[in-house]
């Protein structure tokens, strides 16, 4: 006898059979395709009828269990040290895999201290969303004041075992110390003759590199006395300090 097969799937469209290889007995395959759906449950039935046969149709319920796998992060927390008024640190990154691969993800962040600070952003720079991907962070101090703040970077995977991940992140914000060895220069130039040779001091700081300005001052408001900043203003660097007299009388200034 000759039997034909109905699909009932709802609007979701997941269910799909194959054409009968013949008159019975004969065969068909059935194929299920999550592509477009949430993680759940979801019934479907395929109906077998036979014209003119006893027990036609005959109902085949199909079930289909969608599940969101196992998702995870290779960080679990991060740290970042910046000096206050210093250039942002390098960013970092990590990792976020699943079982099976191919899991859509997010990436945000919340920043516990300050409240609603902006000092953290996180994005998805390889991956497309899609696991394997790639997560990079980045932070900048900006105008915060020396201390430790808190933030977190959160994965989320729809229906996915493990979601959502939250990562704390840690910056620490440090004053710096800026000091320069020499505590005094001592020049000598002979009236109307040329200037001495410039005296340069290193300038350093701890715990590690920031900008610095160089200005002048004079006990009587003569500009004799000249200094320049090397290295783009920035420490460890050095400043090349010049006088010259000029129209200056015999005595010291």
């Known amino acids: 006898l000759e039997f034909r097969r109905v699909l009932f799937r709802s609007l979701l469209n997941w269910l799909s059979v194959t054409t009968p290889t013949g008159p019975a007995p004969g065969t068909f395959n059935v194929t299920a395709n999550a592509a477009n759906l949430t993680t759940g449950v979801y019934q479907g039935a395929i109906y077998v009828t036979m014209p003119n046969a006893a027990g036609s149709p ?27 008024g210093g250039a942002a640190p390098a960013a970092q990154t990590f990792q976020v895999t699943s079982t099976p691969t191919s899991q859509l993800f997010t990436a945000t962040v919340n920043v516990t201290s300050p409240a609603n600070g902006n000092w953290l952003s996180a994005n998805i720079t390889a991956g497309a ?27 989320t995977s729809s229906g996915a075992t493990g979601s959502p991940i939250n990562i704390p992140v840690t910056l620490t914000v440090q004053a710096a110390t800026i000091s320069a060895p020499t505590t005094a220069l001592t020049f000598n130039q002979l009236a109307g003759g040329p200037a001495p040779t410039a005296q340069t001091v290193n300038v350093t700081s701890t715990p590690g590199p920031i900008p610095f300005t160089v200005t002048t001052t004079t006990s009587n408001s003569v ?31």
Do not use: K
């Open 58 to 84: 005959f109902r085949i319920p199909v079930t289909l269990n969608v599940t969101g796998g196992t998702i995870a992060a290779s960080a679990t927390s991060l740290s970042f040290n910046q000096i206050v």
């Open 223 to 253: 500009n004799w006395l000249t200094a320049t900043a090397s290295a783009g203003g920035t420490t460890p660097g050095t400043v090349s300090i010049s006088v010259n007299s000029g129209s200056l009388s015999a005595g010291p200034y």
């Open 129 to 155: 969303g899609a696991t394997p991907g790639t997560v990079t962070v980045t932070v900048n101090a900006g105008s915060l004041p020396a201390n430790t703040y808190q933030g977190n970077v959160v994965i």
